[in-house]
């Protein structure tokens, strides 16, 4: 784990300090779900997330140790992102997040299993 001088003892509250902003979750989702591993395939996501947010939240992500940056390409130097297995771990937390979303705001399924999306109805 990266060193970094937390708030709060609370472990939850440590947690939102990595991962509690607007983009953090959303970009391990669709590492994790969609397939996408490079920087403009994250910034073409739905949410349309700022390129310099992006790039500092990929740049946290690897700090902590859930992302791992591989450079598939030289000049320019080009990066591919992929979770590693303490990113991974997150995926029972985007499941959680998912179904309350689903249940109590109505939003879309994910299932990954078949790599499929739900809409909901409207």
Not at 33 to 41: L, M, Y
Not at 52 to 64: C, V
Not at 86 to 93: A, D
Request: glycine share 8%.
């Amino acid at each position: 784990m990266a060193s970094h001088d937390f708030r709060s003892s609370c472990s939850i509250a440590r947690t939102l300090e990595l991962a509690g902003d607007k983009w953090t979750l959303l970009i391990v989702r669709d590492l994790m779900w969609h397939g996408k591993q490079t920087f403009q395939a994250l910034q073409d996501s739905a949410e349309h997330i700022p390129s310099n947010i992006l790039s500092e939240r990929l740049k946290r992500l690897a700090q902590w140790g859930l992302v791992q940056r591989v450079a598939y390409q030289q000049r320019p130097v080009r990066y591919a992102y992929h979770l590693t297995d303490k990113g991974k771990s997150l995926e029972p937390v985007l499941l959680q997040i998912m179904a309350w979303g689903h249940r109590h705001l109505g939003g879309g399924r994910y299932d990954p299993k078949t790599r499929k999306s739900t809409r909901p109805a409207g």
